[in-house]
Each structure stands twice: as C-alpha cells, then as structure tokens.
C-alpha cells in the first residue's frame, strides 16, 4: 500500500472509529500515520485478532481489512464482522489475483466497498468519507422511518384502545405470550413478531360490535358471522400495509388463522419469517383462550397437539414450556 500523504485535498469528515486489520506491519504502520490523523484508528494484525477488538473494544463506525492473511481471508473475516456488528462500514483491500473472491463478498452484500491494492492512504481515506457519509445518510432515513412507523403503531394501538377496551387488553396479552416464545425460541431481533401481536386484532374496529361481543360471551355464531369475523385479519393487514417497513407484519396479521399444513407449504412465498410470526399468533391466541377457559388453572397447551392441532416445528417444540397467564 502506497503511503502518500493526505494533505490539503484530504476530505473532510467527521471523526469516526475505525479499525484496520492487515498482517503486513509496515501497512499497520502507514495507515496510523495518516487515516489515524483524521480517525480514532485501532489495528489488529489478523482476521482472529480483528474479531477480538470488536469484541473488546468495539463497536467500530468502519473497518478496513486485507484480503489475503493467513488463517482468516478478508472476505471471511468482513463476513463474520457484518454478522457481529451489520451497520458497520466494511472496506476491503485486495490484489487483483483475489478479485473473484472479493467480487463475490460484495456480491453477497458484506462489503461495501473494494479497492485494489496498492492504495494509497488518500484514496482509503476518501472511500471511507463517502462510506461513513452514506452510512449517516441511511441512519438518518432510519430515524425518520422509526419516527414514522413508531407514531404510526401508537395512533391504531391507541383507536383500538378507545374503540374496543377488550380487544386493547388482549392485543396486551398476546404481546407477552409472543414475549415469551421469543425469549424460548432465543430470538433477539424481536420487533416485527411484537407489533404482529399488538395489530393483531386491529381488523376488529370494522366489524359490528354486536357480533364482537357475541364472540367474546362464546356465543355459538352461524356461518355466516364466523366469516365476518374472519376478516378482520384480512382488515387489519390491507392497513398494516398502508405503514412503510410493516409488509411482513401484516402478512403475519393476515395469515394468523392459517392452520400449520395450509401454511408450511407456502413457506418458500411468504417467507420462514412471517410463517413463524403467523404461528406465533396462532399459539398466544389457543394460550389466552385456555386461559379464559380455566381461569388459575394449569393447562399445558401440549394438551393441544394430543387434539390433532399442528402447530410450526418451532413452536411444537416448546409448548410444553409455555403456560397460559
């Protein structure tokens, strides 16, 4: 890597943490004296060490790495970084004999940005200006979306809450139960599944309140009622869709009563997340039904699937460790 100095065309960025991995020293040693005079730099001299500054001493705003070191490659070690820390900058340098490698990383959507070596400290210093920029500009649209979507969930919550009070609360109780089968399941990018079970029942407020309270009492309904009920999923979903980022949320809503053996078929359309979202509603409604059922009793809903009911792999597979409240 060619070593120039960056000076009065230097670009102009904020300061931004970033860390450099190389196991060529006198490479190290270039990019600290002059990407580490524009940002705070940490260097690892291997991909294993890059992984354990991250651990350490992370998170970083970027990271720039080699392509060939022994042990771990770049792309290998980009590829574990985009899975440890997504939203980070990730710059790869390599020699054109690692071009087909490289290609396929940035392919695969873990890299940002490629260049070819030798580089100078100019150029990765304005690939990672622009990097860092768009990186600010995707983060700010984020917040305007959150912003939108957050205020978006709160209005529907909110006219369920003043339309329907019984609804409201349950809407409440089927956040927990999915609460909990995420915390089984061990998923931690949780939000979708949430908000699923939160405008579950947000169809509702176009039915006739008649036939809603007729439900609630287990009032035995005709046909035709059953229908009409059933549509509020259907409901609820075209307006879910109406709220940018929501799409899978309301293919949750709409596919909640979609029993196990018509769904698994249609996983590869709809996708393992809304499939296992769907079920999940389906399982914290059979909970909050036994529940009310039983009030205080101790019901295990593997009872359920010793009545014929199916349910996602997933989900059969910790139903013995979900109670109803």
């Known amino acids: 890597?060619?070593?120039?100095?960056?000076?009065?065309?230097?670009?102009?960025?904020?300061?931004?943490?970033?860390?450099?991995?190389?196991?060529?020293?006198?490479?190290?040693?270039g990019l600290r004296r002059h990407v580490g005079r524009v940002h705070e730099l940490t260097l690892a001299g291997s991909g294993e060490e890059g992984l354990e500054k991250l651990r350490t001493v992370g998170p970083f705003d970027a990271i720039v790495s080699d392509?060939?070191?022994?042990?771990?490659?770049?792309?290998?070690?980009?590829?574990?970084?985009?899975?440890?820390?997504p939203d980070s900058v990730r710059i790869l340098l390599t020699g054109q004999a690692d071009m087909k490698s490289a290609a396929a990383a940035i392919n695969s959507g873990k890299i940002h940005r490629l260049l070819t070596k030798p580089s100078s400290a100019q150029t990765v210093l304005e690939a990672l200006a622009a990097c860092l920029d768009e990186q600010r500009m995707r983060r700010v649209e984020q917040e305007l979306l959150e912003r939108t979507l957050k205020g978006s969930i709160l209005?529907?919550?909110?006219?369920?809450?003043?339309?329907?009070?019984?609804?409201?609360?349950?809407?409440?109780?089927l956040r927990s139960h999915v609460f909990l089968m995420c915390d089984l399941l061990e998923i931690r990018d949780r939000w979708e599944f949430e908000i699923a079970a939160l405008?579950?029942?947000?169809?509702?407020?176009?039915?006739?309140?008649?036939?809603?309270?007729?439900?609630?009492c287990g009032v035995?309904?005709?046909?035709?009622?059953?229908?009409?009920?059933?549509?509020?999923?259907?409901?609820?979903?075209?307006?879910?869709?109406?709220?940018?980022?929501?799409?899978?949320?309301?293919a949750m809503v709409e596919h909640q009563d979609v029993e196990w053996a018509a769904?698994?078929?249609?996983?590869?359309?709809?996708?393992d997340t809304v499939v296992l979202g769907a079920q999940m509603l389906q399982v914290a409604r059979a909970m909050d039904a036994l529940a009310l059922s039983a009030p205080g009793a101790s019901?295990?809903?593997?009872?359920?699937?010793?009545?014929?009911?199916?349910?996602?792999?997933?989900?059969?597979?910790?139903?013995?460790?979900?109670q109803p409240c």
Not at 238 to 244: D, F, G, Q, S, Y
Not at 263 to 271: I, N, S, V, Y
Not at 305 to 321: C, D, M, N, V, Y
Request: charged letters at 25%.
């Open 67 to 85: 392509m060939r070191m022994p042990g771990m490659d770049g792309a290998a070690f980009l590829s574990r970084v985009f899975e440890l820390q």
């Open 299 to 322: 019901i295990s809903l593997a009872s359920l699937l010793q009545r014929g009911r199916q349910f996602h792999p997933r989900l059969s597979a910790i139903l013995e460790r979900l």
């Open 1 to 29: 890597m060619s070593t120039e100095t960056a000076s009065s065309n230097q670009p102009t960025v904020r300061r931004a943490r970033v860390l450099c991995v190389d196991d060529e020293s006198n490479v190290l040693e």
């Open 263 to 271: 769904l698994a078929p249609r996983a590869d359309e709809l996708g």
């Open 155 to 173: 209005l529907l919550s909110e006219i369920t809450s003043l339309m329907m009070p019984a609804t409201f609360g349950r809407t409440s109780r």
């Open 199 to 216: 405008l579950s029942q947000i169809g509702c407020v176009a039915l006739p309140q008649d036939l809603l309270a007729r439900a609630e």
């Open 220 to 250: 035995e309904l005709g046909e035709k009622e059953l229908q009409q009920l059933r549509a509020h999923t259907e409901i609820g979903g075209r307006w879910i869709r109406t709220i940018p980022r929501l799409e899978r949320v309301a």
